[in-house]
């Protein structure tokens, strides 16, 4: 079983490496850093399980789900994550993932959760996170699927307003707009509806970065 890890930093990967080192048949066979787009990486390691450890800023880590989920339709997703909330776990669920750990589960239990997971011995229906009506997607104009599109795939706000060639006080307002029309609060629950609708596929094309192999030593 060849799993791929999706990190914020080499730290966190490693960690979760020594995690697995026990499991018998997993074998990881890279990390990749999950802070800009990185499916063609992942899938250049063609793994069976691609393990998404929660990020810092929540929408990086749903951007990242989706778009492995699209490169990669037959692997398995496992997120590990601190937060098992019913409405965090309905937005990663709806962003593409198969499965949830807590990072509070007993040490040493990862490997053997996540290979349940791919023997399809594990399965739990999230709760949805309530939506009152559908999003106002029609009401947005083309800059502001154009910002919502690089937000949702983990820019920030500064890097958007030198790739649109705007301020970022522009793109504030832009958002603020976006999230007025959408029904919605914050960036986190904008990006998730732009997973929904299939909005990064409008998205520039961004760079990629390889796969890191991690050495296999104990």
Do not use: W
Request: net charge positive.
């Amino acid at each position: 079983m060849r799993i791929v890890i999706v990190a914020d930093n080499t730290l966190a990967a490693e960690g979760i490496r020594r995690e697995l080192r026990h499991a018998s048949g997993c074998h990881v066979a890279g990390f990749v850093k999950g802070r800009r787009p990185c499916a063609d990486a992942v899938a250049q390691e063609a793994p069976d399980v691609v393990l998404v450890d929660d990020m810092l800023r929540p929408e990086l880590t749903l951007a990242r789900v989706a778009e492995v989920r699209r490169a990669l339709p037959e692997a398995k997703i496992v997120l590990v994550t601190l937060e098992m909330t019913p409405a965090r776990l309905a937005e990663a669920c709806a962003a593409g993932i198969d499965a949830a750990v807590a990072k509070t589960a007993h040490p040493g239990s990862l490997g053997t959760l996540v290979r349940e997971v791919v023997r399809g011995n594990v399965f739990h229906a999230f709760l949805p996170t309530p939506t009152p009506e559908e999003p106002a997607l029609d009401r947005l104009t083309s800059r502001e699927v154009e910002i919502l599109a690089l937000a949702a795939a983990g820019l920030p706000n500064s890097r958007i307003a030198d790739r649109l060639c705007v301020t970022e006080q522009t793109v504030k307002f832009h958002l603020s707009n976006v999230y007025r029309k959408l029904s919605v609060t914050n960036r986190t629950q904008a990006s998730r509806i732009a997973h929904e609708h299939g909005l990064l596929d409008l998205s520039p094309t961004f760079s990629r970065r390889t796969a890191a192999p991690i050495s296999a030593a104990a």
